[in-house]
């Protein structure tokens, strides 16, 4: 009896399972139309921009290869200059990334972007490139807890006079890894000084569970950025990760770029890198 | 005012006709002496028409003679009653089920008999009683009200199984349910599939989607008004009902002859137990609880206290190491009601119901692991009470209703503690409780100057007190009945509602864990104002009834969201709270068959839903999330031998409203060391999803009918093609191709149903 009972408990639970799992309908729906994507740069004093196509919802996701998508997006035949202060510089293509040494970055200067590629049409921009601010103290301490670990960053800023809004990012880069490099976990926080103006600013964060092993990284940036870059990036930490992402409103992010999407700022970034087990 | 001076007009002009005597009276079923609501009775020859209200009551004045009183109710032979009136006179009438009744399944979409929904003033109903309920074939063969009351007109469902309705292009929060009175908040489970409302003790369901009476509001779009049996039995009733989703029993017993009785019912969902018999672990189960207290210390008297309470609960331990230490995850949610109800009978026609209730719902998630917890807490608890009082004959051919109500809330939203690392990206919320009262005083007059004309006028004033800030809201109410002859009926109607408190759910999805919300200094209240109008057209030669009525309502202050908000253990969702408007209109058909072997009702929507708000697409009016362009069902009952009866229902839905991921770019991340796809969307809700349809089938068995053990076994179909109505829009890879696609799940495909039933 008891026997009979578990059969048949186990089959009604099978056949009320596997029947409550119809197939999915498919659906068409339009996909984007491609446009100018621009994003930007600043290393060591040279101003990098890719220019890339936006692609449609189908043709990429998490597990697509990084290299391969930005191959097939990029814009290489475009031409494009940035004008600042009466003065044009025609930046170098290298593939679709147009390059350019040794262009004077003033704070406070306007530079405005102008990008034509015969296939993909045309984008503009403008922006104001920030007082440079650097860390004025930084340091990562990595702590084991149970099967996960963490990663605290302190850091402090010294202030200048003036509204100022910095981001302070730190993102764990697992040793050898391409993949993490799409869509990293990485932890921004944003700091608008009202109310701190001309003090110094400190504070630490966490990188929450993550698995540390020697040879990973984490870097550390702090980034003096414009308003409007600003509440871009602090809108993409709210909306990016996990459940955020998936029961979240839709958002399209706001851009910079007449014609096209993406962003055109230019900022320095002081960047720190601190290697797991040294 | 206008319409204060209006009602206070007419009450003037109405009492010049003199009242003589009164007659009053409850209509009850012969067999079980379970009052009949909302009766209508006839007083031959004055020609004077009243309805009986919830208990069956009613009364009526007229000049003193010889009267005819007839009593009509769907499914009971017509009484007939002749009676000498020369004062005021109590009387008792009970009515015989119609022939072959119980052997046939009977359909109302309105408990009103057809020639009575024709007299009547009210459109924009439906009622529902028990045996609909248990009638059809529903998921799992768990009969449901809710999914019974998506069947009719004006009625949307959200994604496929859930209890959410959205009614006349409303949103889900905008529908008031009360259970005996008291306000329910959350009215589902199994994380939605399931209402909360065991079928056992359902007595009536009215789904009031337009013209509303005076003496309801506090939400915009419908009321939903759910009674649990009321009558005092002669004799110990008992019945069980085993399912495959749960299994239910009831016990009904009398303690004082026609004075005292109590019932109470119970349901449990075993799945967990039987799981267990299959060394499967599945750590979920809900139950709930009825009972109620009916006593009659007199003929005028009625007095009854109903309790609720039902709870979902889930406790999950994610034990890696099999040594008993791993991640806990338990998630409790749950609602109570308590309502005491009073009706008092005056010797001068007057009768009263006075009502006081108790409401609280929470839900209570908390997860462990490792040093880390979280706590996510919400509570409400209502405190209100509520006074009306009636003269069914106040004057010749004309009824009044005043009163008021008072509610008082006290909200704990979305409380969450962590502690650990989890801490560091979800923080502690500083969110304090809220505290709001709800006052409203209303008056209805109803008066038929004319015999083809019925006129009902009422007038509400509502008001919701919070801190730092007052909100007071006149909410008129009209409906007009014009007969163009016997058989059909032109009604319309005018309905303005005031809603003060809301729930904060994504557009995405829903979830038993939306928090409730109440009004603040910077939320104010949302309003709408409904027109309606309803041609109705009874055929007496099929036993059938036909309405078409079109619909037109205005929202204002609609709660939505920023773009990009993240509800989900949102500790500062106030700041994305964002008002806007909304406009909804359609038209909706129904034709039903309600009695005869042959029963059921064809019913078909169309409507249109839409909404706008300043800082989402532009400010430009964009299609809400449940716009169905076209939703229909056909409801069909065969009883096709005295102990044989099958059942069929087929519902075909527009897709609903999604904003899917249409494209993605690149961009460097903000710490550089990465590259970001960032989504594009297209505007918001502008993709439509393929059209739901759906066919179940059921098939009842029941025993000889006059054995003392009755027992019946009902077994069917639920999406008997399996047809996958879809809940989203996801971006999946094909399995044979490995190319991306969009693709939309569904949740149930087919599914068998078996339940056994018993009663004596």
Redesign the interface.
Known sequence: MGSSFRTISIAAIVVAMTSCIPDPLDLEVDQLKPKLVVTSHVDQGTVDILLTRSVGALDANDDTDLFELINEASVSDAVVRIQSNGVTYDLNAFGGAYAISGMPLVAGQTYALYAHSAKDGTVSATTVYPQPISFRDVSVKTTIIGNDSLAQVFYSIDDPSGQNWYIVTAAHVRSGANKEHLNPRIVAKTIDDTGLDGTIIGGDFKIPFIEVQTGDFVTVTLQNVGKDYFDYVKLREDTQFGIAAAVGEPVNYPTNIQGGLGFFALFYIDSHKFTIGE | MRVSWAIGLMFIFSIGFAQKVILRGTVKEKDSGQSLPLAQILVLPDSISAAANDAGEFSASMPPGMKTVVITYVGYETLRHYVRVVHDVNAEFQLEQSVNQLDEVVVNSDRLSNEELLRSTRSSTNMLSSEDINAIPVLGGEADVIKTLQLLPGTVRGIDGSSDIFVRGGAADQNLVLFDGAPVYNTSHLFGFLSVFNPDIVSQVESINGGFPAQYGGRLSSILNISTRDAIPDQTHASADIG?IATRLFLEQPLIKKKLSFWVSGRRTYIDK??K??N?SLPYFFYDFNGKILFRPTRKDNIELSHYSGFDKLAYLRDRNNDGVGQTTGFNIGNSTQSLHWNHNYNNSWYHDASLYRTSYKYLIHSDF??NTLQALSDIRDLGGKFQLTNEAIAHNASLNVGGEVVHHLLSPNVINTSG??A??LNSSKTRGRSTTEIAAFVQYEIQPTPNVRVSAGFRESAAIVENAHYFNPEPRLAVRYSINEKSSIKASYARMAQYIHRVS????STPTDIWYPVTDSIKPQTANQVAIAYQRNIPKYNAFFSVETYYKQMSQLVG?????????NTHFQNSLIQGDGKAYGFEFLLRKQSGKFTGWINYTLSWSWRRYESINDGEWFHARYDRRHNGAVVLQYAFANRWAASMVWEYISGSRF????????????????????????A?NS?K??DSHRLDVGIKYKSRPGNFFQWQIFAGLY?AY???N?IA?????DTKTG??????????????FVSYGIKF
């Open positions: 495959i039987v799981a018999v299959a499967i490792g040093s690392t989890i560091e990206f994504s557009s995405a999805v969201y920023k773009e990009g908000t993240n509800l989900f253990f904003t899917p991921v249409v494209g993605q770019y690149v961009m460097a991340s903000p710490a550089i060391t990465g590259i970001d796809l960032v989504p594009v969307y297209p918001i993709i999803m393929s999406n399996n047809r996958a879809p829009i996801l971006v999946a890879a190319k991306l696609k969009y693709e939309q799940p569904g949740l149930f495909g087919l599914l068998p």
